[in-house]
């Protein structure tokens, strides 16, 4: 192909591109005004003090499990079911370990007989040998027999103890007052040690789990009171911090803070997400170099390219193409392509296109 050929390809090829993109625009103009919500990377809103996400969760919760193998014979519990502490959620086969018991304890009444008749005889034996009508070599025979017969009722007691133990595993009860969230069994499935049957939460006592960046997790301190905003409902609940971790290996390069929530109504769940408000200043940034992060809901993705909608002149969306980096939970970092002062679209409630109109909420 000469020279001309590809200069008249190359020209027309852009010719094609720009009335695509004139098409686009009209199109974007033509639509109807899109109602956004918006934030910066720091996803604050240019709140001063320091807003970390966070998920309600129960203080307490288990998932329960047995020792033992066997067949679930019986699911007593559904799940959203209130339970109580003691409450028999599951019964496992326990045909084997009654077997066991009855040989445990005939054992017991065997090693009875033995321990009387070997008392009698020690008893009898002490009493000659304090005539002088029995040896020492005798007396010291019979006490042996004798520690040996008491030794053997101990030790067959002892494992009628083992199997009343292992029969607590084979009734698996809820250690404290709460509510079922799952059930990983049904009637007739196997049963093995450490498999998880059924899983609870404790009800009344719930607290937030949240994230907190490296720049304000030493502004933070035990017992400090916060607000915290249900996003579900929107409602603003208080609390007290509880524990903060001091390391942040396993959790992306943040660090994690727990807070007790004060008086949470009927209507707050286990599992809602909330904005954890805490009273301190946050800490100021001396350069632009900082980890930009924006939620992963936030981005546009065409392909193999990743953009997010920033907010431009005369209140028009923009689809701006960015490079990412690691994730940290449901927060990703932006490498380029977004600045930590630019706003750009979290939510919207249409349908966004390139040059689109938008109301700001």
């Known amino acids: 192909m000469n020279r001309i050929s590809k200069s008249l390809m190359i020209i027309g090829t852009a010719v094609l591109v720009a009335n695509c993109s004139g098409d686009k625009k009209q199109e974007a103009v033509n639509q109807p005004t899109v109602s956004v919500k918006v934030s910066t990377p720091s996803g604050d809103s240019g709140s001063p003090f320091v807003t970390a996400s966070g998920k309600i969760e129960a203080e307490n919760s288990a998932n329960l499990s047995t020792r033992m193998m066997g067949y679930v014979t019986k699911l007593n519990v559904k799940v959203g079911q209130n339970v109580t502490a003691g409450q028999l959620l599951v019964s496992v086969n326990s045909t084997d370990l009654q077997a066991k018991k009855a040989q445990v304890d005939a054992s017991i009444i065997q090693a009875e007989a033995a321990y009387k008749n070997a008392k009698k005889d020690y008893d009898r034996f002490v009493n000659l040998f304090n005539q002088q009508s029995a040896s020492q070599k005798e007396l010291d025979d019979m006490t042996a027999r004798y520690e040996m017969a008491k030794a053997g009722l101990q030790a067959a007691r002892q494992m009628r103890n083992e199997v009343q133990a292992q029969f607590s595993y084979a009734n698996i009860t809820a250690p404290f007052s709460g509510v079922v969230t799952n059930t990983f069994v049904k009637e007739g499935d196997m049963a093995n040690p450490g498999m998880p049957l059924v899983s609870i939460e404790g009800s009344g006592r719930l607290q937030v789990t949240a994230m907190v960046s490296e720049s304000d997790i030493t502004s933070i301190k035990k017992g400090m009171p916060v607000k915290v905003l249900v996003k579900s409902s929107n409602k603003e609940l208080t609390g007290k911090v509880s524990e903060i971790s001091l390391s942040a290996k396993n959790t992306g ?109």
Request: proline fraction near 2%.
């Open 253 to 361: 390069g943040q660090y994690l803070v727990k807070v007790n929530l004060e008086k949470a109504d009927a209507a707050t769940l286990s599992g809602m997400f909330v904005n954890v408000h805490f009273p301190v200043e946050k800490a100021i940034k001396a350069s632009e170099s900082d980890v930009v992060l924006v939620p992963e809901s936030a981005l546009v993705k065409q392909g193999q390219l990743t953009g997010v909608y920033v907010v431009g002149s005369n209140n028009t969306a923009l689809l701006r193409w960015i490079k990412t980096g690691k994730s940290f939970g449901n927060q990703v970092e932006v490498l380029s392509g977004l600045n930590a002062s630019e706003s750009y679209v979290i939510e919207a409630e249409g349908k966004l296109t390139n040059g689109a109109k938008i109301s700001i909420q």
